[in-house]
């Protein structure tokens, strides 16, 4: 008989083990990977938010330049003109964005 209390206490030991050892396991290949994809994300977020409003503010100072500081060069008919090239120029810019985003040459700067 004492040899059977011995046995399940081993085996309650091991089973104990066992439990430890897959928490341990579950926590090593699941919480700490998507805590670091989480923060790797968040990251990302914030930086495409800041490089947004950067793009929208260097528009906005573009079309003021240009109305501003080019005399009537864009005066009467030619208002517009302003207007059309600060577009061109947002293309531009969302054309780069999408070719390094797609590019996996770009990505790897």
């Avoid at 290949?29 to 990302?44: H, M, N, Q, Y």
């Avoid at 929208?56 to 573009?62: C, D, E, G, Q, Y």
């Avoid at 079309?63 to 531009?92: C, H, K, M, N, V």
């Amino acid at each position: 008989m004492p040899e059977a209390k011995a046995r399940a206490g081993e085996t309650r030991d091991e089973i104990g083990e066992l439990i430890g050892l897959l928490k341990a396991y579950l926590l090593q290949e699941t919480v700490a990977p998507l805590k670091e994809i989480a923060r790797s994300l968040a990251f990302g977020i914030g930086a495409a938010i800041m490089f947004g409003v950067a793009g929208v503010l260097s528009l906005v100072a573009l079309l003021r330049a240009l109305q501003a500081e080019t005399g009537s060069l864009f005066a009467g008919e030619w208002s517009w003109a302003p207007y059309g090239l600060t577009a061109i120029a947002g293309l531009i810019l969302l054309g780069l964005a999408a070719f390094l985003t797609l590019n996996k040459k770009g990505a790897e700067l």
